[in-house]
């Protein structure tokens, strides 16, 4: 079964501070699809990015980042100068086929930062 | 990406009383789903719901609990039914592109249902 794993509960940093947020997944397919996701607190989700398994190229949008490494299953997500609209819960989320051609959004238990000024 | 929303956006209900969410899209989908994230927890899927087609609900959630519809292409309901005090929750649903599960899933605003 396929599992995503986000250690750090809670993460505080001073604006202007780089935070990096872990992400380790586990699954048994050669194809899948990871994902992350930001809940500020007003709720709502937000699509951040999505990478595919064959992909391992290194992504950057502005301040976020993400490396992905298949070695050590994990896709990291690092914030350069952090300001406190970055504050959220962040998601880290695996896609996984099932019963063959059946795809599950598996989401880690999140990862709550929050900026101080 | 898709233009969703929901209603309501926020309830209050009694024990024992029933709601219905709905959530819509502004194009039509293939494949919408309903996920349930209990007070300072993550994100659990409740069913997937695709048009035409009876609802498929993940283990731990029951159909006579949770009945679904989906009558078309951009629009769906969810039923939380008898509800008690543990089904205080965000109910957010989200909808998928390319038919296949694997594309990306983009949220509703979600619904705070607290239950007295």
């Known amino acids: 079964a396929q599992k995503v794993t986000q250690a750090q509960t809670e993460i505080s940093v001073v604006e202007k501070e780089d935070v990096t947020l872990d992400c380790v997944y586990e699954t048994r397919d050669t194809t899948y699809y990871l994902f992350w996701y930001k809940q500020p607190p007003s709720g709502e989700l937000v699509f951040l990015i999505r990478?595919?398994?064959?992909?391992?190229q290194n992504e950057i949008s502005g301040r976020y980042s993400w490396n992905f490494q298949k070695s050590t299953s994990s896709f990291n997500f690092t914030i350069t100068a952090s300001q406190v609209v970055d504050s959220a819960v962040y998601f880290c989320?695996?896609?996984?086929?099932?019963?063959?051609?059946?795809?599950?959004?598996?989401f880690g238990k999140g990862t709550l930062l929050t900026v101080n000024p | 990406s898709a233009v969703i929303s929901q209603k309501p956006s926020r309830d209050i209900c009694q024990r024992g009383t029933s709601l219905t969410i709905q959530c819509q899209v502004d194009?039509?989908?293939?494949?919408m789903f309903w996920y349930r994230q209990q007070p300072g927890q993550s994100l659990t899927l409740i069913a997937t719901?695709?048009?035409?087609?009876?609802?498929?609900?993940e283990s731990g959630f029951v159909i006579d609990k949770f009945p679904i519809s989906r009558p078309n292409l951009t629009f769906s309901t969810l039923t939380v039914s008898n509800m008690s005090p543990e089904d205080s929750s965000i109910y957010l649903c989200?909808?998928?592109?390319?038919?296949?599960?694997?594309?990306?899933?983009?949220f509703g605003p979600g619904t705070r249902l607290t239950v007295l």
């Open positions: 989320a695996l896609s996984e086929a099932y019963g063959g051609s059946n795809y599950k959004l598996t």
């Open positions: 990478r595919n398994s064959f992909d391992e």
């Open positions: 989200s909808v998928e592109g390319s038919g296949q599960g694997w594309d990306t899933q983009y």
């Open positions: 194009s039509q989908v293939t494949m």
């Open positions: 719901a695709n048009q035409g087609s009876e609802a498929t609900y």
